[in-house]
């Protein structure tokens, strides 16, 4: 089945440095979701996208959904422990119930 | 309310077996989707059901996969005469309404075939 592009596959950074990944499609998507997920567990919604150009936060995270509705884009601020895990970007479009996931970032940070 | 129950954890079978996971899910939603996730994948779209109704099914549902919601309350998955490609996570996910607002997935069965 289709897979959304996310970069980078994977990122090494230390504690404290900040994070940008992204999410490109071939296909427009109404709605933009972000999820992480942890080992052995299910994804996690860190936060959703409506509207084009929106930009929402929670706490650390930011992301946009791009004006193009074929990209979105997170970023984390000041990277803690915790925020170690697989980062997934997932479109949905009105009427159609299912998502469809990215590839995934892994995200290691650095003692 | 603890969230989208699955069990088992972890199943492990041997090819040809039949095996069956069970999804509880959060007691008011009225909207169930089976996903299925291989290693460094994202997870895939399997199946969903309203209530008791099986509104949609992936081309990943062979006809060796059968899900059920029977009361509009927990679902099963059954995959019959296993294959080692059947061998992922398999999730569940749960939302009232619609999915805009983010469905609410489990901590996932993981299968191993041998």
């Known amino acids: 089945g289709q897979q959304l592009n996310q970069s980078p596959q994977s990122m090494f950074i230390q504690e404290g440095e900040d994070v940008s990944m992204n999410c490109t499609s071939s296909?427009?998507?109404?709605?933009w979701l972000w999820y992480k997920q942890e080992p052995g567990e299910g994804p996690v919604l860190l936060i959703a996208l409506y509207k084009a150009g929106e930009l929402t936060s929670n706490g650390r995270l930011t992301a946009q959904f791009g004006i193009t509705r074929k990209d979105s884009f997170l970023n984390i601020s000041a990277s803690i422990p915790s925020d170690v895990g697989i980062y997934f970007c997932a479109g949905l479009n009105f009427g159609n119930e299912k998502l469809t996931f990215g590839t995934g970032t892994r995200l290691t940070i650095i003692p | 309310d603890t969230g989208v129950s699955q069990d088992p954890r972890h199943k492990i079978t041997k090819r040809g077996q039949n095996v069956t996971f069970r999804c509880d899910p959060i007691s008011e939603h009225n909207r169930l989707y089976w996903y299925r996730q291989t290693l460094g994948q994202g997870p895939e779209f399997l199946t969903y059901f309203q209530n008791e109704a099986q509104l949609e099914k992936s081309r990943l549902l062979s006809d060796r996969f059968s899900a059920e919601r029977p009361k509009g309350s927990f679902s099963t998955l059954e995959i019959q005469r296993t294959e080692q490609g059947d061998s992922a996570m398999y999730l569940c996910?749960?939302?009232?309404?619609?999915?805009?607002?983010?469905?609410?997935f489990g901590s996932g069965t993981r299968l191993t075939v041998v």
């Open positions: 296909s427009i998507f109404n709605t």
């Open positions: 996910a749960s939302s009232l309404g619609t999915g805009f607002n983010g469905y609410t």
